[in-house]
């Protein structure tokens, strides 16, 4: 197994890693239409939200994050790949008007599996969805930091 991990721009031995890396660091709008270069055509995708197949329902999650939120954008931090297994590590940061004027941040991890030409066949991100966005939302996250409390062991 080869793991990498440095602050900033990772780059990894592996060239079909240091790619995908290389092309969720640079993500934007007009990259979308490129998604066939990291992606199967029949690549599974799944988040907390989401869980879909194939590149059109895929593209759609990726523009739907560019359409809702203002300037997104990933920071891979962790490399570990082992075969063609990756797990990248990474903090996933934004601004959203409705969450106020500071930039957010949510941390996460994401499962990559890799075909036999070096695409991405199955996405799967690993992310907490109530600490790390209900709990910053106005109305829902001063409940969700309430159960946090009565739930938490002193």
């Known amino acids: 197994m080869t793991v ?11 060239r079909r890693v240091a790619a995908i890396v290389d092309y969720f660091e640079q993500l934007r709008p007009d ?9 199967q ?3 599974r995708f799944k988040d907390p939200f989401n869980e879909v197949r194939g590149l059109a329902p895929i593209r759609r999650i990726f523009a739907h ?12 931090k962790d490399i570990a790949v082992d075969a063609d297994a990756c797990w990248l590590a990474w903090d996933f940061v934004f601004h959203n ?7 957010q941040c949510i941390r996460g991890a994401s ?32 409940v969700m930091r309430w159960l946090r409390r009565r739930i938490t062991s002193s």
């Open 111 to 142: 499962l990559l599996r890799l075909g036999s030409d070096g695409r991405i066949t199955d996405h799967r991100d690993y992310w907490d969805a109530a600490e790390e966005l209900y709990e910053k939302l106005p109305l829902i996250g001063a």
């Open 97 to 103: 008007r409705r969450m106020g004027d500071e930039r």
């Open 4 to 14: 990498v991990m440095l602050p900033g721009a990772v780059r990894h031995p592996d």
């Open 41 to 43: 055509d029949d690549a």
């Open 65 to 76: 994050m560019f359409e809702t939120l203002d300037a997104p954008r990933f920071i891979v």
């Open 31 to 39: 990259s979308l239409d490129h998604l066939g270069a990291i992606y």
